[in-house]
T-cell receptor, first 114, second 111 residues
Framework: NAGVTQTPKFQVLKTGQSMTLQCAQDMNHEYMSWYRQDPGMGLRLIHY???????DQGEVPNGYNVSRSTTEDFPLRLLSAAPSQTSVYFC?????????????FGPGTRLTVT | GQSLEQPSEVTAVEGAIVQINCTYQTSGFYGLSWYQQHDGGAPTFLSY????GLEETGRFSSFLSRSDSYGYLLLQELQMKDSASYFC????????????FGRGTSLIVHP
């Protein structure tokens, strides 16, 4: 199993540009989530999904959209990039049958908005 | 809402024991997790406590006191490779159990 994969690994955008960060998992996990990590701020939840077709907002959803058309994929869209969205983005997945609710993280996407 | 507090930095020497504390305020609290993250890497799961008491996994142990809204991660026989950031994360009931993370504790292990 590849686990959780994210593309791209690095990205530089100009203010106002849009893009999609890709996330895929091959473990048949129901739950998927997007976090952003900034220095000294820990991991903050952007959006999450509890299954295909179901998404909800996390702590910092503004400026981001998600969709979950399949169990495997959970893309994150930046609508109009701003310098405040410069961050490291992690996608994670987990399954409800795991009573430890262990989150499996992808390797991250390092995004810079100039 | 949910909030977690943990020290920003802890230092220790190789072979020692270190404890990283975490206090939480979580509505509908269900459990507390711990994750390790090395520089440039992704967080990896260490442990999960849903009940009061100590859970031991090798050199690492995690403790939870639900009445005190408090937990800690105990690292024994510290090694240089344990230098990393450690995050506590709380889980709340409500359907998703997606965790909320603390800001992390940077552990520096000296020779």
């Amino acid at each position: 199993n590849a686990g959780v994969t994210q593309t791209p690994k690095f990205q530089v955008l100009k203010t106002g540009q849009s893009m999609t960060l890709q996330c895929a998992q091959d473990m048949n996990h129901e739950y998927m989530s997007w976090y952003r990590q900034d220095p000294g701020m820990g991991l903050r939840l952007i959006h999450y999904s509890v299954g295909a077709g179901i998404t909800d907002q996390g702590e910092v959803p503004n400026g981001y959209n998600v969709s979950r058309s399949t169990t495997e994929d959970f893309p994150l869209r930046l609508l109009s990039a701003a310098p405040s969205q410069t961050s490291v983005y992690f996608c994670a997945s987990s399954e409800s049958r795991d009573r430890t609710y262990e989150q499996y993280f992808g390797p991250g996407t390092r995004l810079t908005v100039t | 809402g949910q909030s977690l507090e943990q020290p920003s930095e802890v230092t220790a020497v190789e072979g020692a024991i270190v404890q990283i504390n975490c206090t939480y305020q979580t509505s509908g609290f269900y459990g507390l997790s711990w994750y390790q993250q090395h520089d440039g890497g992704a967080p990896t799961f260490l442990s999960y406590n849903a009940l009061d008491g100590l859970e031991e996994t090798g050199r690492f142990s995690s403790f939870l006191s639900r009445s005190d809204s408090y937990g800690y991660l105990l690292l024994q026989e510290l090694q240089m490779k344990d230098s990393a950031s450690y995050f506590c994360a709380s889980h709340a009931s409500g359907g998703s159990y997606i965790p909320t993370f603390g800001r992390g504790t940077s552990l520096i292990v000296h020779p």
